[in-house]
């Protein structure tokens, strides 16, 4: 019996994007399939997968909707009366649509500008012409990878200084997270989200509680000069680090919360949880950083007002690659050493059982055996006897002639 392949669904943003032009709420679309409303969100932010009966259904409904969107558009564009083009307008390109949760400043760095989708074709534009686009010569993993590092470092530094307090260990948090994606960097290069990769792997770093069975860290690092920074800063390390991680990349990335759940490996309501905890901790203590805003805006300012450098693209790509080159040199000398050592004690050790000699025990009742010596007097009469008298047998026979 074969299985039917399974129905395609389109991406996590297309899903949502079919369902608010269909004018469904999440809870609509989840009666509809037969699922839970926070099921449908988890589809949509693509944190799960449907699989089954509840794919097919959740297919057909997409596909349902988006039928329904092509068939309103084509009504849309007969009822428009035709417009034609003037030979001095110049093409527009509609830009893409964002909804950003807030305007407000973040610590993560810049997103760049995504290109601009071509022009509807239903829409006549005049033709201009234009110079032929030469092919843009792709990036190599190296090039790839700096352009990675150079964005994203500096606000992941300043992130990781947030985490711990420790300056030398945010720099060396970024930079052991850099290595690992350029030690994996055809995953990180497919991935989603790169720099989202190398965050969360520069954060697991940076909470690693081994690091306090370090020599160096068990010494604090000189507290900012403001008295403000310092009492921030001391609020944010006393709380649990999974609390402290949830408000930054929540209040200070200004990630969504299923973004932030997804990052930290949580659920949602966890996750909001831990960020009404911190937040009330917080504002226990600094009743001037009740407000999100107020809190947002002093992560900024306690971030920026340290100086922190990260290392060079090459730098960090040179020393991953030589890391791997002493792990790799040190794991063969490791299995030299044993094969010649199992070698040497297979060429040394014995081939049959030797049962142990045991130790000596004296026997009773036999007299002990004495060297040779002089002769007793009893002896020397009985030599001398012997040699005196000569002994006497029967004659000799001759043999006489006949």
């Known amino acids: 019996?074969?299985?039917?392949?399974?129905?395609?669904?389109?991406?996590?943003?297309?899903?949502?994007?079919?369902?608010?032009?269909?004018?469904?709420?999440?809870?609509?679309?989840?009666?509809?399939?037969?699922?839970?409303?926070?099921?449908?969100?988890?589809?949509?932010?693509g944190r799960t997968t449907p699989r089954g009966r509840t794919r097919e259904a959740y297919a057909?409904?997409?596909?349902?909707?988006?039928?329904?969107?092509?068939?309103?558009?084509?009504?849309?564009?007969?009822?428009?009366?035709?417009?034609k083009p003037s030979p001095e307008a110049k093409p527009t390109v509609p830009l893409e649509k964002r909804r950003p949760?807030?305007?407000?400043?973040?610590?993560?760095?810049?997103?760049?500008?995504?290109?601009?989708?071509?022009p509807s074709p239903d829409r006549q534009t005049p033709q201009t012409p234009q110079t032929p686009l030469t092919p843009q010569t792709p990036l190599t993993p190296a090039q790839a990878f700096d352009a990675l590092y150079a964005f994203c470092a500096p606000a992941l530094v300043?992130?990781?200084?947030?985490?711990?307090?420790?300056?030398?260990?945010?720099?060396e948090s970024v930079e052991r997270a850099f290595q690992l994606a350029w030690?994996?960097?055809?995953?990180?290069?497919?991935?989603?989200?790169?720099?989202?990769?190398v965050r969360a792997a520069a954060y697991e770093y940076a909470l690693s509680p081994w690091h306090r069975l370090r020599p160096r860290h068990r010494h604090p690092e000189p507290p900012p000069p403001d008295a403000a920074d310092r009492a921030l800063l001391g609020v944010l390390l006393q709380l649990p680090p999974s609390h402290r991680r949830t408000l930054l990349l929540y209040d200070g990335v200004g990630l969504d919360l299923p973004e932030t759940a997804a990052e930290s490996e949580a659920s949602t309501a966890a996750t909001a949880h831990r960020l009404l905890h911190a937040r009330e901790e917080i504002a226990a203590r600094l009743p001037e950083l009740s407000d999100p805003e107020s809190l947002h805006r002093r992560l900024n300012e306690l971030a920026s007002t340290e100086r922190l450098r990260a290392a060079k693209p090459p730098t960090v790509r040179l020393g991953s690659e030589r890391?791997?080159?002493?792990?790799?040199?040190?794991?063969?000398?490791?299995?030299i050493a044993l094969i010649a050592t199992t070698a040497l004690t297979l060429h040394t050790a014995p081939t049959h059982y030797e049962p142990p000699v045991p130790p000596g025990a004296t026997v009773s009742g036999v007299p002990p055996r004495v060297a040779p010596g002089p002769l007793s007097q009893t002896d020397l009469e009985l030599r001398t006897k012997l040699r005196e008298h000569v002994q006497h047998g029967p004659d000799r026979l001759t043999p006489e002639p006949g």
């Open 1 to 45: 019996m074969t299985q039917s392949p399974a129905s395609p669904l389109p991406p996590p943003k297309e899903r949502r994007r079919l369902r608010e032009a269909g004018a469904l709420t999440q809870a609509q679309l989840a009666a509809r399939v037969g699922v839970s409303r926070e099921t449908v969100r988890a589809w949509e932010t």
């Open 158 to 171: 300043r992130q990781a200084y947030l985490l711990t307090g420790r300056r030398e260990l945010a720099r």
């Open 183 to 197: 030690h994996r960097w055809p995953e990180v290069a497919r991935d989603r989200d790169p720099a989202g990769w």
């Open 60 to 83: 057909k409904v997409l596909t349902t909707l988006s039928e329904k969107g092509k068939v309103t558009a084509a009504q849309r564009r007969s009822q428009e009366p035709p417009q």
């Open 323 to 335: 890391r791997a080159q002493y792990w790799t040199r040190a794991a063969i000398a490791f299995t």
């Open 101 to 118: 949760r807030s305007r407000r400043p973040t610590l993560s760095a810049p997103q760049p500008s995504a290109p601009s989708p071509d």
